[in-house]
Nanobody, 123 residues
Framework: QVQLVESGGGLVQAGGSLRLSCAASGRTVSSIIMGWFRQAPGKEREFVAAFTLSGNTYYADSVKGRFTISRDNAKNTVYLQMNSLKPEDTAVYYC?????????????????WGQGTQVTVSS
């Protein structure tokens, strides 16, 4: 069983930055596919970024060049650095983990989820 706890959300003005953290327990973050998703009110949950087992990273087109996923193996934590935030980035952000070795963009493929952290970007 994997437990994920997100932190770091908040209210920020457009153009600002936030860093989200996802602390994992039960598995090391380097041994499992880790991803970030987000869900805005009235919208479906969507993929944001992910780390594969080989260390490759994937990003949604809407966040490329602005968001960076990283991990600290010693702290067993994955981060999402979000720069140049826009009002359309407002959502609840979720950390997720996928047990299998194949990367997917699709949220139903992920096995474990954190509780989510709210990010609000004001214009």
């Amino acid at each position: 069983q994997v437990q994920l706890v997100e932190s770091g959300g908040g209210l920020v003005q457009a153009g600002g930055s936030l860093r989200l953290s996802c602390a994992a327990s039960g598995r090391t973050v380097s041994s499992i596919i880790m991803g970030w998703f987000r869900q805005a009110p009235g919208k479906e949950r969507e993929f944001v970024a992910a780390f594969t087992l080989s260390g490759n990273t994937y990003y949604a087109d809407s966040v490329k060049g602005r968001f960076t996923i990283s991990r600290d193996n010693a702290k067993n934590t994955v981060y999402l650095q979000m720069n140049s935030l826009k009002p359309e980035d407002t959502a609840v952000y979720y950390c997720a983990a996928l047990r299998g070795g194949i990367f997917y963009y699709s949220s139903p493929k992920y096995d474990y989820w954190g509780q989510g952290t709210q990010v609000t970007v004001s214009s």
